[in-house]
């Protein structure tokens, strides 16, 4: 569903419409009574719980934007925002393992797959199964298209061979969209996007990254050895897979702006509770100009940060060109999340640099703002190309 020229036009990008305050609003519940309690478990254990991952799935979490036909709930790309958001400001960890499903997987799907595809896949994903988008690979971050991973043609199959990394998601997911080169002299015009099910013959999941932050949200090597994957399986043309690549990361950033924004929300609401609290001289430290300031500047941080991101997820329903937007949400945001939630440790004092309060947390989980889905270098330079008028 897009939303009419017209209401992108006359309402504030902050204003919600009904049915967006209500589907925040349980979320936000959901996220406070259902995740909260376990944050700081599933961080120390480094593992996602199941039972809240099939609370994802019956809510509608995982396919926001996804037609009804297909299984989903017929929503909009700014609730799939909405919602990581919401979530990040809790846990930024179960933030990113919905906004992989909606921002990147579902978002390629709908664009890319075919009818019959989308018929057939799109179903499992708002029933019940995890998915994974896999691009990265050792030698292959920023270059994303220098990938080595060779999918070689075998009568009505490809069989795939080669190396992801860095797969988030993957532990638990039982569907990946991978990409793989079908022609190495062809450069990016080689690359080809792949569905593949975690139970294929030569298809399995390596190692398990110990994280520094969203450490209950998994990242896995992927190891492919003559994994035949059926022809059925091409999402998009053969050749074609760098496009389906760089147009899903265009909305995944708006995604990943959503969640640093919640992340840098979820800090600031630590902060200011604690500020009235906690008192110093005789007074709690809210009155203290000095703790005032601090927290003003936070605010108008996170107020900035939700703008852009707002910005760039409704021009994106509205069928505008958002691609500068989106990076600029992405950047900004991750560094407001950063500034923020190292203010909060500030505000707390010693106790924020403990694991007993949840801003050491929010710290760490701000890192990965500024590598994931681009590096911050990778944002500035789609900006300047922008700005210098698409020069290579
Ligand atoms: C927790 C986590 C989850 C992830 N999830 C996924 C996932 O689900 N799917 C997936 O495909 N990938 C995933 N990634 C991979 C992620 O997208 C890459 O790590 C990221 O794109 C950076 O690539 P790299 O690590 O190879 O760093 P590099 O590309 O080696 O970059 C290293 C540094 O060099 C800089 N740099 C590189 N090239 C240039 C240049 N031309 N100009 C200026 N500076 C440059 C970068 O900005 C960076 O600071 C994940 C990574 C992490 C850590």
Redesign the pocket.
Known sequence: MQASETQIATAALTVLSEEERMFQDSVRQFARERIAPHVRAMDEAGVFRKDLLEEFFKLGLMSIDVPEEYGGQGGTFFQSILAIEELARVDPAAA?IVD?SNT?FNNAILRWASVEQKRHWLPRVAGGTLV?????E?G?????FAMTTRAVEDGDAFRITGR???????AEAGLFLLFATVNPEAGYKGITAFLIERDSPGFKIGKK?D?LG?RA?S?CELILDDCRVPKSNVVGEVGKGYKVAIETLNEGRIGIGAQMTGLAQGALDHALAYAQQRKQFGKAIAEFQGVQFELAEMAVDVEASRLLTYNAARLRDAGRPFLTEAAMSKYFASQVAERVASRAVEIFGGVGFTKDYPVEKLYRDAK?GR????????QR?TIAKQLLGNRP
């Open positions: 990113v992989v990147l994974s988008y896999a691009l990265s050792a292959s971050g920023s270059d994303a992801k990394l860095w797969i988030t998601n993957a990254e994280k969203i949200s990242t990965i590598i994931y889905e681009g590096t911050s270098n990778m330079m």
